[in-house]
C-alpha cells in the first residue's frame, strides 16, 4: 500500500511536471517576451525558450522604393491641441517622417525645434513634416508647454504623433526590440523621405547620440524632386540646386565626369 509520504512526492512531481510543460507552452506563444517567472536565460532555455531579437535592435522593414506602411487617426498634438494624423492626409506632397526617441530629453528637442523653425523651407517645396515618437500625446502637449531654455519644445509648427501601441516604429522597422538594450521599447532616429506617391524615397537611421541634419534633409528632398521633373538625369554627391547633373546614359555620363575630374593629374 502506498504511503502518504510517497503519494505526497507523487502528487509534487506531477503538479512540477505540469508547471513545466505550461511554461514551455507559454513561452513558445508569446514570440520570445521573457516570463515574468525569475529564471535565468539558461533554465529558459531547457524550456524551449528562445529570446527574440537577441543580436538586432531593430528589424529593418521598410526599404526605398517600396510603399510607406500606412497608419491612421494616430493620436497627435497640432497647435497645442490633441488632433489625429493619418499618412493619407499627406497624398500629394512630399514627406519626412522623423523618429525620436523620448520626450523631455537632451538630442530630441534641438532636432524638434530645427524642423519645426525650418517649415517654411519644406512647404516651399510641396514638403510637410512629422514627428514621432512612443510617448503619449499628453506628454508631447506638456513638452510643447515647457519652454524652450528649460528643455522644452515651444510653439510648434508641425505635428508631434504619439505611436503610443509601438506599432508605427515596429513597421518602419526603428522601434527597439532587444530586452537588454537601454532603449527598449523606444524608437532609434529614424527618417523617412515619402514622395508624393506615398512611396519610400530615403533612410536615414542614427543611433541615439547624434541628431540629424535639415539642411541635409532639405538638399535630398530637393534632389528627388528635381531628379523626379528631369527624367534621364541624376543627381552626384553634394547636388545642390543650379549645380550639374549626370545624364543616365553611358556615353553622355562622360560629359559630367570630364568637365569634373578632367583637370586632374594622373598619380
Given amino acids: 500500500m502506498m504511503s502518504l509520504r510517497t503519494l505526497l512526492k507523487m502528487t509534487l512531481l506531477l503538479a512540477a511536471l505540469v508547471a513545466i510543460h505550461g511554461l514551455k507552452e507559454k513561452a513558445k506563444a508569446v514570440g520570445g517576451l521573457v516570463p515574468e517567472i525569475g529564471l535565468t536565460e539558461?533554465?529558459?532555455?531547457?524550456?524551449?525558450?528562445?529570446?527574440?531579437?537577441?543580436?538586432?535592435?531593430?528589424?529593418?522593414?521598410?526599404?526605398?522604393?517600396?510603399?510607406?506602411?500606412?497608419?491612421?487617426?494616430?493620436?497627435?498634438?497640432v497647435d497645442e491641441k490633441f488632433t489625429t494624423v493619418s499618412l493619407d492626409d499627406y497624398k500629394g506632397k512630399w514627406l519626412v517622417l522623423f523618429f525620436y526617441p523620448f520626450d523631455f530629453t537632451f538630442v530630441c528637442p534641438t532636432e524638434i525645434v530645427s524642423f519645426s523653425d525650418s517649415i517654411k523651407s519644406f512647404r516651399a517645396i510641396n514638403a510637410e513634416v512629422l514627428a514621432?515618437?512612443?510617448?503619449?500625446?499628453?506628454?508631447?502637449?506638456?513638452?510643447?508647454?515647457?519652454?524652450?531654455?528649460?528643455?522644452?519644445?515651444?510653439?510648434?509648427?508641425?505635428?508631434?504623433?504619439a505611436d503610443i501601441s509601438k506599432r508605427i516604429s515596429s513597421d518602419y522597422g526603428v522601434l527597439v526590440t532587444d530586452e537588454?538594450?537601454?532603449?527598449?521599447?523606444?524608437?532609434?532616429?529614424?527618417?523617412?523621405?515619402?514622395?508624393?506617391?506615398?512611396?519610400?524615397?530615403?533612410?536615414?537611421?542614427?543611433?541615439?547620440?547624434?541628431?540629424?541634419?535639415?539642411?541635409?534633409?532639405l538638399r535630398i528632398l530637393k534632389a528627388f524632386s528635381y531628379a523626379d521633373s528631369h527624367p534621364g538625369e541624376v543627381c552626384p554627391a553634394n547636388w545642390t540646386p543650379g549645380s550639374k547633373t549626370i545624364k543616365a546614359d553611358q556615353e553622355a555620363k562622360y560629359a559630367f565626369f570630364e568637365a569634373t575630374y578632367g583637370s586632374e593629374k594622373e598619380l
Fill in 42 to 77: 539558461a533554465q529558459l532555455a531547457t524550456l524551449g525558450y528562445v529570446k527574440k531579437n537577441q543580436h538586432s535592435s531593430t528589424s529593418l522593414q521598410v526599404t526605398p522604393r517600396k510603399h510607406a506602411p500606412q497608419f491612421h487617426d494616430v493620436k497627435a498634438v
Fill in 132 to 161: 514621432i515618437s512612443t510617448d503619449s500625446h499628453h506628454t508631447h502637449l506638456a513638452w510643447i508647454k515647457t519652454p524652450r531654455d528649460k528643455g522644452g519644445l515651444g510653439k510648434m509648427n508641425i505635428p508631434i504623433l
Fill in 180 to 217: 537588454d538594450d537601454e532603449m527598449f521599447g523606444a524608437a532609434l532616429r529614424g527618417l523617412f523621405i515619402i514622395d508624393p506617391k506615398g512611396v519610400v524615397r530615403s533612410i536615414q537611421i542614427n543611433d541615439d547620440q547624434v541628431g540629424r541634419s535639415v539642411d541635409e534633409t
